[in-house]
């Protein structure tokens, strides 16, 4: 393959995380932090084939996520992580047949695509070209050296006092001539403070030979690396308030910036109203319109427009069609679904079920595999008793079904069109169409019991 690869370098163990996960794996909002690397990548590429993560530590579980959600990135093994300069030599057999690399820290998440694509763009004339940034806090970066024509790297480790003053550092982000890298990588050593290989040495063995190496200056937030929990916190808040202030600049309103949370892949629509304390995540989608009530958390719901999820509502996996309504205090998951004009309302569970358009679950009920026709309405304290131990069963409730408060329906079963159900009922043979279903003892009144009873205890209930 000629043209360009990107190799995302992330087998580091990430020792300053202070944690047994890989640090790539560590979340910035809903997503762990290498995917924010891995769809710059493939923004910049035509097929992702082009694109490698170079795993080692934790690498089991980086590779399976890597598989699982970015299906063609190659996967690349460091089994012993020797610095960065050997993990380019390591990944030597992906990169060879490309014209030109890129080399990506795996920690570099705040970077914006639109920066990668023009540091790429800019990058062509060199043989090697890096990314740098001009910073008053240069922690423990390496720091560019710039000399005459070229510029080179020290690592903060190896630096003089003098060295460490610079303050212009080396982001993490290279663009290489393969046939130029391939030259010089076989020069690096790893005597160094930290007895690894480093890739930044390549800019001194280059400027050596006389080939064109430059910088690039990046903003600074973009390119804020990921080494602790501090700097984690630091970049899920940037990401937090980019995404926010995107919502906002397409007309949604958020109540108060300060607790509201909202992953990258989420889409919003216009004059959507945000309550404090909200939470969506996932592949959720808003539709025009809709309010999303205080104390709210969202994954991969889909939410039609005019929808009024008043407050308090869990939506997992489950969709809510256009002038719907949920909650207070409803959880709704895996695949279920609020057809146009229904309402699930106070303590009401909803679990991989269908409420047709105008029905109404409105009070402390669970509806589990269950099919509810168009305008039913659930009493209050309904249930389906959709689990027999071993298997989940259905329940079917057809059109225009009136279900008596506390009624049990043990699955699989079906309520006809046109029927209802006594309250208190539990329902396990079907109920035919337009017919009244009473699975109940009847009651016995047992005339003069009270005073039977207190005379007998000396009460004074009388
Ligand atoms: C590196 C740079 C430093 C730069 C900084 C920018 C080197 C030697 N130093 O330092 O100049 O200012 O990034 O953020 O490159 N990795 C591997 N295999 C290894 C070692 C590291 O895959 O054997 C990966 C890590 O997982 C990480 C990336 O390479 O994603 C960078 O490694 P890290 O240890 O974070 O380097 P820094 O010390 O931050
Ligand atoms: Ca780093």
Not at 98 to 109: K, R
Not at 326 to 336: D, K, L, M, N, T
Not at 353 to 366: A, C, D, F, M, T
Request: neutral net charge.
């Amino acid at each position: 393959m000629n043209g360009s690869g990107i190799l995302i370098m992330a087998a580091g163990k990430g020792t300053r995380m202070k944690s047994a996960y890989p640090k790539v794996l560590h979340n910035i909002l809903d997503r762990p932090l290498i995917d924010y690397i891995v769809k710059n990548a493939l923004s910049c590429v035509d097929t992702p084939e082009r694109v490698a993560v170079l795993v080692g530590f934790g690498g089991e579980l980086v590779e399976e996520h890597i598989k699982n959600n970015f299906p063609g990135v190659k996967i690349l093994w460091q089994r012993e992580q020797k610095g960065t300069g050997h993990a380019v030599m390591t990944a030597q057999s992906w990169w060879r047949d490309f014209e030109n690399l890129i080399v990506l820290n795996g920690d570099l998440p705040l970077m914006r695509n639109i920066s990668l694509s023009n540091f790429i763009a800019a990058s062509k004339n060199y043989d090697c070209f890096i990314t740098s940034f001009i910073t008053q806090n240069p922690k423990a970066y390496g720091r560019v050296i710039r000399e005459g024509a070229g510029i080179r790297i020290v690592e903060f480790k190896d630096a003089s006092p003098e060295q460490k003053n610079i303050n212009e550092v080396n982001a993490g982000c290279y663009a290489f001539k393969v046939a130029s890298l391939q030259n010089v990588l076989g020069g690096l050593s790893n005597r160094n403070s930290q007895e690894e290989y480093y890739l930044t040495d390549v800019l001194a063995l280059m400027n050596a030979k006389k080939m064109t190496v430059n910088a690039f200056i990046m903003p600074e937030i973009e390119m804020q690396g990921v080494n602790n929990l501090h700097e984690l916190y630091e970049a899920n808040n940037e990401m937090r308030m980019r995404i926010i202030n995107k919502h906002l600049e397409n007309g949604v309103h958020i109540m108060d910036l300060s607790s509201v949370f909202i992953g990258a892949d989420v889409e919003i629509g216009g004059d959507v109203a945000i309550m404090p304390n909200v939470h969506i995540w996932g592949n959720s989608k808003i539709g025009a319109n809709s309010l999303i009530g205080t104390g709210s958390v969202l994954n991969n719901a889909i939410i039609g427009e005019h929808v009024n999820i008043v407050a308090y509502a869990i939506i997992e996996n489950s969709e809510l069609k256009a002038n719907s309504k949920a909650g207070p205090f409803v959880y709704i998951r895996e695949g279920s679904c609020l057809n146009e004009n229904a309402f699930a309302g106070k303590f009401v569970e909803l679990k991989n079920s269908n409420i047709g358009q105008n029905s109404k679950v409105p009070h402390l009920s669970y509806m589990g595999d269950a099919i509810l026709g168009h305008d039913v309405n659930i009493g209050a304290g309904s249930i389906t008793c959709n689990y027999d131990g071993s298997h989940k069963n259905k329940t079917v409730i057809g059109d225009n079904c009136f279900i008596g408060s506390d009624t049990m329906f043990v699955a699989p079963v079906e309520v006809e069109n046109n029927s209802a159900t006594a309250a208190g009922s539990v329902i396990t043979k079907t109920i035919p169409e337009n017919a009244l279903g009473v699975a109940r003892s009847r009651q016995v009144n047992i005339a003069g019991w009270t005073k039977l009873k207190n005379a007998k205890t000396n009460n004074k209930g009388e």
